[in-house]
């Protein structure tokens, strides 16, 4: 059994819409080789420069007239037998983990490696195998490698929040970890291609039915006979009995159904998220909370409102990521202590919360 996500205490994470699409479906490896000649170049502003490093590295990575060779040897995969590939389960779940504990920029710093590989139940070797992976296919970039940690960045990551980006899926911490702790990675591939559609489908107020069709695309084994049953039953199997001893260990309850997975007369699959442990529902149920407490507060204390509204944003923004009971917590203690005297509250409640957070995780040992 794999242990929890370090932030689990977290409420909801945001992840790229396209990075989710790109992790589970498969791509092919062409090597591309450069005539290093540049074309064009007598056109180019840059022409006269060529010897400035900057300009070296705009030629070398993001001229459209040179195509630059890149070596895909280190990435040990196999392809199948259409000559494509796919990610194997362990690096989309550690692309999934990386959303989970990245700054709101995308950044992690100084993660030790063995911490990683105890979350995921592998090996240290295999944490690096994967990140030459993911790097090398540009999901993340690495930097500062030193022995034992790791630090690196998601490439793109604040274009997702961008008008005209990809946009992102709003994942519950529940929802997270039944992605976290997935077996296989055609129980990973259906999850995640069911949630982004289940995300698409309920703003359009529409059901969700991935066809019979869509499915031999994604996990090629359901056109074998019994297949598509031997998936459901191992998916049946993973969400009633496996999973929910994991949340309750680290969230301490255990959960109603999570996820509703029917097979229709034609193969099709009709999924359905209940709304306790969607994204979505749990933002807006934690933003009302907050809402609440404020007007109540406007009634009983004029000084205490003031500091709330005048902070309102940043509030909001932390219930939806830690929970409304979290910031409640920190905000009462504020308000017994001489709280107009914070210069920057929102950034004082998010690092007395990162503490609570360390201390429970301590007492989980993740």
């Given at each position: 059994?794999?242990?929890?996500?370090?932030?689990?205490?977290?409420?909801?994470?945001?992840?790229?819409?396209?990075?989710?699409?790109?992790?589970?479906?498969?791509?092919?490896?062409?090597?591309?080789?450069?005539?290093?000649?540049?074309?064009?170049?007598?056109?180019?502003?840059?022409?006269?420069?060529?010897?400035?490093?900057?300009?070296?590295?705009?030629?070398?990575?993001?001229?459209?007239?040179?195509?630059?060779?890149?070596?895909y040897e280190t990435l040990n995969l196999k392809a199948n037998s259409n000559g494509q590939y796919k990610l194997p389960n362990l690096a989309i779940k550690l692309m999934l983990l990386y959303?989970?504990?990245?700054?709101?920029?995308?950044?992690?710093?100084?993660?030790?490696?063995?911490?990683?590989?105890?979350?995921?139940?592998?090996?240290?070797?295999?944490?690096?195998?994967?990140?030459?992976?993911?790097?090398?296919?540009?999901?993340?970039?690495?930097?500062?490698?030193?022995?034992?940690?790791?630090?690196?960045?998601?490439?793109?990551?604040?274009?997702?929040?961008?008008?005209?980006?990809?946009?992102?899926?709003?994942?519950?911490?529940?929802?997270?970890?039944?992605?976290?702790?997935?077996?296989?990675?055609?129980?990973?591939?259906?999850?995640?291609?069911?949630?982004?559609?289940?995300?698409?489908?309920?703003?359009?107020?529409?059901?969700?039915?991935?066809?019979?069709?869509?499915?031999?695309?994604?996990?090629?084994?359901?056109?074998?006979?019994?297949?598509?049953?031997?998936?459901?039953?191992?998916?049946?199997?993973?969400?009633?009995?496996?999973?929910?001893?994991?949340?309750?260990?680290?969230?301490?309850?255990?959960?109603?159904?999570?996820?509703?997975?029917?097979?229709?007369?034609?193969?099709?699959?009709?999924?359905?998220?209940?709304?306790?442990?969607?994204?979505?529902?749990i933002i807006k149920n934690e933003e009302s909370s907050f809402n609440d407490y404020c007007k109540e507060t406007a009634q009983n204390n004029k000084k205490q409102y003031k500091f709330l509204?005048?902070?309102?944003?940043?509030?909001?923004?932390?219930?939806?990521?830690?929970?409304?009971?979290?910031?409640?917590?920190?905000?009462?203690?504020?308000?017994?202590?001489?709280?107009?005297?914070?210069?920057?509250?929102?950034?004082?409640?998010?690092?007395?919360?990162?503490?609570?957070?360390?201390?429970?995780?301590?007492?989980?040992?993740?």
């Amino acid at each position: 059994m794999s242990k929890a996500i370090i932030n689990i205490h977290k409420k909801t994470f945001n992840i790229s819409k396209g990075n989710l699409d790109r992790l589970i479906k498969e791509f092919s490896l062409k090597t591309v080789i450069s005539t290093n000649e540049y074309k064009d170049c007598s056109s180019c502003p840059f022409c006269k420069n060529t010897n400035n490093i900057t300009i070296n590295n705009y030629c070398e990575n993001y001229c459209p007239n040179i195509m630059i060779q890149k070596e895909y040897e280190t990435l040990n995969l196999k392809a199948n037998s259409n000559g494509q590939y796919k990610l194997p389960n362990l690096a989309i779940k550690l692309m999934l983990l990386y959303y989970s504990i990245t700054d709101s920029h995308g950044l992690l710093k100084e993660v030790r490696k063995k911490h990683l590989a105890n979350i995921l139940n592998c090996s240290i070797k295999s944490i690096d195998n994967n990140n030459i992976i993911l790097e090398e296919l540009g999901f993340i970039t690495l930097a500062n490698k030193c022995y034992g940690k790791i630090s690196l960045f998601i490439n793109n990551y604040e274009k997702q929040h961008t008008k005209g980006g990809e946009g992102y899926l709003v994942v519950g911490n529940v929802v997270m970890l039944a992605l976290l702790n997935s077996p296989s990675i055609h129980i990973t591939t259906l999850l995640i291609k069911a949630l982004k559609k289940y995300d698409i489908d309920t703003l359009l107020h529409n059901e969700t039915n991935i066809s019979y069709e869509q499915l031999k695309k994604l996990i090629p084994s359901v056109a074998y006979p019994k297949g598509l049953d031997r998936l459901l039953e191992n998916i049946e199997m993973y969400l009633s009995e496996t999973l929910p001893k994991i949340i309750e260990k680290f969230i301490g309850v255990i959960p109603e159904k999570i996820f509703n997975i029917i097979k229709n007369i034609d193969n099709s699959i009709s999924f359905a998220l209940f709304p306790a442990y969607n994204g979505k529902t749990i933002i807006k149920n934690e933003e009302s909370s907050f809402n609440d407490y404020c007007k109540e507060t406007a009634q009983n204390n004029k000084k205490q409102y003031k500091f709330l509204n005048a902070n309102r944003n940043n509030f909001i923004e932390l219930c939806k990521e830690y929970g409304f009971k979290e910031v409640w917590d920190i905000i009462h203690l504020c308000f017994l202590n001489a709280f107009d005297t914070i210069k920057n509250p929102g950034a004082y409640i998010r690092e007395k919360i990162r503490y609570n957070i360390s201390i429970k995780n301590s007492a989980l040992n993740i």
